[in-house]
């Protein structure tokens, strides 16, 4: 049926003929009263529906049609169904219903259009909140504001998303714009002495202003100009997003820019906290060196802008006197027990003493043993201050000291028996998990450097005299590198290694996790242990490798022989899925490590 037809029933629906039952006659049609009302929305549809066409009987399925065809299928069936009696039985139709159906039907589609307008304007707006961030969206959304385009978008959703994306362009490029000025004003006004001393003031951090130098506001400005670029960013999963300033994140970043060099100042000569520190270990601040300082600087400028957090405001205030305490043990106080102990160092009861242990003898290598020991003693005094030891029983941290001294040149005498036992169980037809994992442990207790350069060469001089004294090892180093066995066994003790640490941080992390923290600290503290582990590997295995003779060039080339050794180099540093053999390792390494373990309360078990 066509539209005509169904405004005939909406006619005939509304003549008032004393009738309910609805009667289509060509007179009943063009009787049609005036002062008949049925509502505003079915007149409006007759008015632009009626066109006199011929009338058609007015049963129910021709009624049903009449809807479908005007409305659509699924709503004209609705339209229809909600005002049929559902006794089953035939009726014929009222007027009743068919004004209460074309209502009916009229009003779903409006729903309809509304729905698909209120999709696509929720779309649009998805869309730019995805690609340009909430701010922006919001922004949008007010310009949007009493737009009948927009109102109506499921009209046209592609051509109106268009539209919105070009304004939404200009938008984002303005807050963008915005942002990057306000970030150029705070930080201009970070370089006024004025504004910093009120800011510090409003802060309640305590800063001598006069011993503050140039070079440290630029670093201020440098830093905050990185966190503030950081809080404009919201969405760090895609940069190009940005936000606007909040004052109180500003305020926040800026205020521990301030706190660190206040710290700074603490750490300083004749700071607090460095006072605090020597008086208490009983030894002279005057003899910090200068390079000392400068590292202290640079340490507190790394943790005070990692412990911030990337943005500058998280709240550090109870991790300072940590931070400081640390930083200063670790580099003023570890400087002057290095330069009191190479002192020591000079001393003939010293040379006679170190003598035995260097193969050659030649001055040059005990000079350097008189710098490379005394630094090592030095780390072991500064991890038993961090353990808590006060050194009363030792006389003093001096004494301490020097005792430490005389047990890393005991320790380099027995050095050599224990490299000799590490490269012979490294290097075995069957690895002895036990006693190579007893030799890892005794080399790292031994040795703290995990391949500084003057433990690099100390090491050469220990595989040097271990040759010379035991050629049958230099004999089955080789063999143990022609045969790959020696590719290996490093491959084996790697996987172990990576099993281990693995196990750690997840045991960690799950810690922290628990706990309601963050993991940083877990994974740090992971990668510490790791790195114990694998220090005796990284400090000998350069050296190790080095020792080896040079093949037969009639049957190796060179190139091959350095790509060979390259081989067992990567085995070790690039480690495969553990395997059976790598548990028996970690097992050992967890077993002769124990105190490194036990320290971060770690049950570990292969």
Do not use: C
């Amino acid at each position: 049926m066509s539209n005509i037809e169904l405004s005939s029933f909406v006619t005939a629906a509304q003549l008032d003929n004393g009738l309910d039952k609805l009667h289509t006659t060509q007179e009943t049609v063009t009787q049609r009263t005036s002062h008949t009302s049925v509502g505003g929305k079915v007149l409006s549809w007759a008015k632009l529906h009626i066109t006199g066409d011929g009338q058609k009987s007015a049963d129910q399925t021709r009624f049903q049609e009449a809807l479908k065809s005007e409305f659509g299928k699924d709503v004209g069936e609705a339209a229809y169904k909600a005002f049929v009696l559902s006794d089953g039985k035939s009726h014929s139709l009222t007027k009743a219903q068919v004004l209460e159906s074309v209502e009916f039907a009229l009003s779903a589609q409006e729903s309809n259009i509304e729905e698909q307008n209120v999709t696509a304007r929720a779309a649009i707006l998805a869309s730019i909140t995805k690609t340009h961030g909430t701010e922006v969206a919001a922004n949008v959304t007010k310009l949007l504001e009493g737009s009948s385009e927009f109102a109506n978008a499921g009209a046209d959703p592609e051509q109106i998303k268009a539209t919105v994306s070009e304004i939404t362009k200009d938008v984002a490029q303005n807050l963008a714009a915005q942002t990057d000025a306000n970030i150029a004003t705070h930080i201009e006004k970070l370089g006024d002495r004025e504004h910093l001393t009120a800011a510090a003031s409003e802060a309640g951090i305590q800063i001598d202003w006069d011993n503050v130098s140039p070079e440290q506001i630029t670093k201020l400005q440098e830093n905050t100009k990185i966190k503030l670029e950081e809080q404009s960013r919201p969405n760090k999963s895609s940069s190009s997003i940005r936000g606007s300033l909040k004052d109180e994140q500003v305020q926040q970043a800026v205020g521990n820019q301030l706190r660190a060099i206040a710290a700074l100042q603490s750490a300083s000569a004749g700071g607090a906290a460095l006072e605090s520190v020597f008086s208490e270990l009983g030894l002279p601040a005057e003899k910090i060196s200068a390079g000392a300082f400068g590292e202290i600087a640079t340490v507190l400028n790394g943790v005070f802008n990692t412990v911030s957090g990337p943005e500058g405001t998280n709240d550090i205030t109870d991790q300072i006197e940590d931070i400081l305490q640390k930083s200063i043990i670790n580099s003023a106080v570890q400087d002057v027990l290095k330069s009191t102990l190479r002192e020591t160092a000079q001393t003939d009861e010293f040379s006679s003493q170190i003598a035995p242990f260097i193969p050659e003898g030649t001055p040059k290598e005990i000079k350097a043993a008189q710098k490379w020991l005394p630094d090592l003693a030095a780390k072991e005094i500064v991890r038993s201050i961090k353990d808590g030891n006060d050194f009363q029983e030792q006389g003093g941290i001096v004494n301490a000291a020097k005792a430490e001294l005389g047990k890393q040149i005991e320790t380099a005498q027995s050095a050599n028996e224990i490299i000799k036992g590490f490269v012979e169980h490294l290097t075995a037809d069957e690895i002895n998990a036990e006693l190579l994992t007893v030799f890892i442990a005794k080399h790292s207790n031994n040795a703290d450097g995990l391949g500084g350069d003057d433990n690099k060469f100390a090491a050469e001089r220990h595989f040097t005299k271990i040759f010379k004294e035991h050629p049958e090892i230099q004999q089955q180093l080789n063999n143990a590198f022609r045969s790959e066995k020696l590719k290996v066994n490093s491959q084996v003790v790697s996987e172990a290694i990576e099993l281990i640490s693995t196990n750690v941080e997840e045991q960690l992390v799950n810690r922290l996790q628990q706990a309601g923290k963050h993991p940083t600290e877990a994974y740090a503290t992971a990668s510490v242990i790791s790195s114990t582990l694998k220090g005796p590997f990284v400090q000998l295995f350069a050296p190790l490798l080095d020792s080896l003779d040079s093949l037969d060039e009639n049957s190796v080339a060179e190139g091959e022989f350095l790509e060979q050794k390259q081989a067992v180099t990567d085995a070790f540093f690039f480690p495969n899925e553990p395997s059976e053999n790598a548990t028996e390792i970690a097992n050992g390494l967890v077993k002769n490590f124990h105190n490194l373990f036990e320290r971060h309360d770690l049950q570990l078990s292969f």
